[in-house]
């Protein structure tokens, strides 16, 4: 498509690992990016982890992902209230992935008259936080939160996510929060300041038609959706938007980080 470096964006589960489980030819494809020079960022909408805990499950698995190339909807989210509100307060429901990223900006964590309530994924929450929010938000705290996935998953099943507790708020205070993760292009454009690159020549791949296509679309990105995660073909179908190209896994790709579209 053009003689320009692409850089790539890749979402983590289910198109770099599935089920804690390397996903074949992922550790190919990212050796290749980093032989080839391209510039990448491994992206995720779970707020729980700071990149060094990711980087240690990637290391797990196999996958040898550096902090810096890995972005969270925590940082994105920190990213834009600092833009919005340098050095504010947040009251915040989330995990050290999200307390972290928001201390890191200049962020004060306060439950006393916060310019914000931030919302965030963890495997406890706590009623009296939910409540807490709640009070602070009919009082006047602005409502975020880092994504609107309604749940998220366990060896045990379904877990309720950030987007389930964030109906509860909403609906208990009639104020919708705004979500700075996928599929808002804010986690796109934010990963494309944090890389350095343009969105002409940056790839979106992601298992998820309706966060990871979504976004990148609305981003101006080409997007791959990979058939090893939750969109199938046949429900990819369902979308009144298509991505730029459709394979079954990373290792399609494989060969082809200088030019993705070359084999299509």
């Known amino acids: 498509m053009s003689d320009q470096q692409w850089s790539y964006l890749t979402d983590m589960d ?3 690992v599935h089920e804690e489980h390397l996903v074949p030819g992922a550790d190919e494809f990212l050796a290749e990016l980093r032989a080839s020079g391209a510039k990448f960022l491994v992206l995720t909408n779970n707020s729980i982890y700071t990149p060094r805990d990711l ?18 909807s925590a940082l994105a989210t920190a990213r834009f209230l600092h833009s919005q509100r340098p050095n504010g307060s947040a009251f915040v429901i989330g995990e050290a992935g999200l307390t972290t990223a928001l201390h890191e900006v200049g962020y004060v964590l306060t439950d006393t008259e916060p310019d914000y309530v931030v919302l965030g994924e963890t495997r406890t929450y706590s009623f009296t936080s939910i409540t807490r929010a709640i009070r602070l938000i009919d009082g006047g705290a602005r409502f975020i939160a880092t994504n609107p996935d309604p749940t998220g998953p366990s060896r045990e099943g379904l877990l309720p996510a950030t987007g389930s507790i964030a109906a509860l708020i909403e609906r208990a205070t009639g104020r919708s929060p705004y979500y700075v993760g996928k599929p808002n292009p804010l986690m796109m454009r934010s990963a494309l300041r944090a890389l350095g690159t343009h969105s002409e020549h940056t ?10 296509v979504h976004s990148g679309i609305e981003a101006g990105l080409s997007t791959v959706l ?16 298509r991505p730029t190209l459709v394979i079954n896994s990373i290792a399609d790709l494989l060969g082809r980080v200088k030019d993705p579209f070359a084999a299509a």
């Open 14 to 16: 289910g198109v770099l």
């Open 55 to 72: 980087r240690a499950r990637l290391l797990r698995t196999g996958l040898d992902v550096p902090e810096e190339a890995i972005w969270t």
């Open 203 to 212: 790839l979106m791949i992601g298992d998820r038609m309706d966060t990871d």
């Open 226 to 241: 990979v058939l090893s995660g939750i969109s199938t073909r046949e429900s990819a179908e369902r979308y009144p938007f």
